[in-house]
């Protein structure tokens, strides 16, 4: 029952990831409040919105993840990681409400306090993490990705601080360059080089398929790195951003032939989830270049890239880590996977799902509400169900 490749001797506190992926839930539904208001107040602010997904929700869980991934999947031990992970989820939490609500009333005091905040808590933990993970021998292509992921943050974080300081008139740099910069090194840089890295190591293991081929897993996260840097000297270089989304087109058709051709043929909503996930990622990526056209398109379609993954891996790692933990601890009768989080209550939250991205055709039409609606139930349901889960952690622990 345990999966290859991993070291679980090094199994962080469950209550770790399981604080970082409930923050994460409720930063999701809160971002559905704010919609709601900008809808019936009339007036739409992007930049807070997108925010409140790509550091509330988006970065809680892949930090979360991280702290777990770190030590299981690369050996890289965080010492004191209680403490370290209390520090890191308090800051990116406070740090994230202060300023999307800085950005959205226009409040420099606030927004200012919200980076500064954010700024402590990340140059704290992401150069923590890298300095654990150069100091491992013999790294393996997954966890040398992170180490790309994790440098790509730091510089969207160094763009976006330039940013803020630009978005309240302190500095006057060249506003379209930092945006677009910020852009591509969160977007690209972070958030899908680490979804890559992350498969690398997951879908062999959790669907029982081929490897990915050495030279995607080995050169991958390099090559859009390099790339990344190539743009910051040549920002107006159109075929850079081309590239980008060529490298991850072919890396999502290689994941969907891995999941495509797997051993086991069982119906399971998370490779449905992986599929979504894979076909948003080609199609974001082949609008990349062209984004400029239609900024809220491309943001939407790379956000259903990343909301299916993340959906596709919490139901996989919640119920794995609390019949993990219980069973390691000695629980008698521990739960098992499918009594963690029942799996017709993730197929579901499928369909919830499949109906929420089917409800965007609407939106050409400007009718919004439906879409509103349905993407609602959907976060409402996921956050209840991985709540649900972390309960009966709780519950039995109890015991
Ligand atoms: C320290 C954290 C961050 C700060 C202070 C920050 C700040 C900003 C600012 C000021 C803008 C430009 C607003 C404008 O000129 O209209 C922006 C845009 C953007 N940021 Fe961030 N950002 C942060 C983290 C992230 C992360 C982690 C991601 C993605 C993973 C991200 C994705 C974006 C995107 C897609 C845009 C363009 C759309 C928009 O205007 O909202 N940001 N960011």
Do not use: C
């Not at 974080?157 to 006057?172: E, K, R, T, Y």
């Not at 119920?319 to 601890?329: C, I, K, N, Y």
Request: charged share 10%; hydrophobic share 60%; glycine share 6%.
């Amino acid at each position: 029952m345990i999966p290859g490749g991993l070291q679980l001797l090094y199994l962080p506190p469950f209550s770790i990831i399981a604080r970082f992926f409930i923050t994460a839930l409720a930063f999701a539904n809160l971002g559905m409040l704010l919609l709601f208001y900008q809808y019936f107040t009339g007036n739409f602010n992007l930049t807070p919105t997108v925010h409140l997904y790509t550091l509330g929700f988006m970065a809680s869980t892949m930090i979360g993840a991280l702290f777990q991934m770190l030590p299981v999947v690369a050996g890289a031990v965080i010492e004191n990681a209680h403490k370290k992970a209390t520090i890191v989820h308090i800051g990116l939490t406070a740090g994230t409400i202060f300023l999307t609500y800085g950005l959205y009333k226009f409040s420099s005091g606030l927004a200012f306090t919200g980076l500064v905040i954010l700024l402590f808590t990340l140059f704290y933990i992401v150069p923590l993490m890298l300095f654990k993970l150069f100091k491992v021998k013999d790294l393996k292509d997954a966890p040398r990705g992170f180490i790309y992921a994790l440098i790509s943050f730091l510089i969207g974080i160094i763009f976006a601080s330039l940013l803020v300081l630009n978005f309240f008139g302190v500095l006057h740099l060249n506003h379209g360059y930092l945006f677009n910069l910020h852009m591509s090194f969160m977007l690209y840089g972070w958030t899908a080089v680490l979804v890559a890295s992350v498969s690398f190591q997951v879908i062999e293991m959790f669907f029982v398929t081929s490897p990915y081929p050495k030279f995607i897993t080995k050169y991958l996260p390099a090559f859009v790195f390099s790339l990344l840097i190539l743009k910051t000297l040549l920002p107006e270089i159109f075929l850079i951003d081309f590239a980008i989304g060529l490298v991850f087109t072919l890396y999502a058709i290689y994941t969907i032939t891995r999941l495509t051709s797997r051993k086991r043929k069982i119906k399971d909503p998370l490779i449905n989830l992986w599929y979504l996930s894979m076909a948003f990622l080609i199609l974001s990526s082949l609008f990349f270049p062209f984004r400029d056209k239609n900024l809220l398109l491309f943001l939407i379609l790379f956000g259903i890239f990343v909301l299916s993954v993340i959906m596709a891996m919490m139901y996989r790692i919640i119920p794995f880590l609390v019949w993990m933990h219980l069973s390691t601890q000695g629980v008698q009768k521990a739960p098992t996977m499918f009594e963690v989080i029942k799996p017709k209550f993730i197929w579901w939250n499928f369909y919830i799902y499949l109906i929420s991205i089917l409800s965007l055709i609407f939106i050409p039409l400007k009718i919004y509400f439906i879409s509103l609606i349905v993407f609602t139930l959907n976060f409402v349901f996921f956050f209840v169900n991985i709540t649900r889960g972390v309960f009966v952690y709780i519950r039995y622990r109890k015991k």
